[in-house]
């Protein structure tokens, strides 16, 4: 799993454990939920790092990306982070085990490597 399926999974993986699941199934991904948590952090750390060190500070002390060469050096490392590996093992969910579960199809499409039919 990388950075980047983590993160676009992790919405619609909350949106999940909101609703009735089987107790097996809420478990299995809470405590994924939980055990990925310290990887979401330390990525929303070094991507606010990049921005500012990439960006000019604003008044309202937001960071700004001011040129192209700024804006394409921020999507290219951000881009190499999403690639990174994860040493986690990711719950394996069952469509049976999803009925009634609302989703998006943009969020299906974010899931789609950790469902089976």
């Known amino acids: 799993m990388t950075v980047g399926q983590l993160i676009a999974a992790t919405e619609p993986l909350k949106k999940i454990l909101e609703c009735s699941l089987p107790v097996k199934t809420a478990f299995r991904v809470g ?8 990887s979401l952090t330390a990525y929303e750390e070094a991507r606010v790092k990049l921005v500012q060190s990439l960006g000019t500070e604003q008044p309202d002390g937001t960071y ?3 040129s192209m060469e700024t804006r394409q050096q921020f ?3 951000l881009n190499g982070l999403m690639e990174e590996q994860l040493d986690c093992e990711p719950p394996t969910l069952k469509l049976d085990d999803l009925n009634g579960v609302q989703l998006t199809p943009t969020e299906c499409s974010a899931l789609v490597w950790l469902i089976e039919e």
């Not at 405590?31 to 310290?38: A, E, M, S, T």
């Open 31 to 38: 405590k994924f939920i939980n055990d990925v948590q310290p």
């Open 75 to 77: 999507t290219d490392d």
């Open 64 to 66: 700004k990306l001011e």
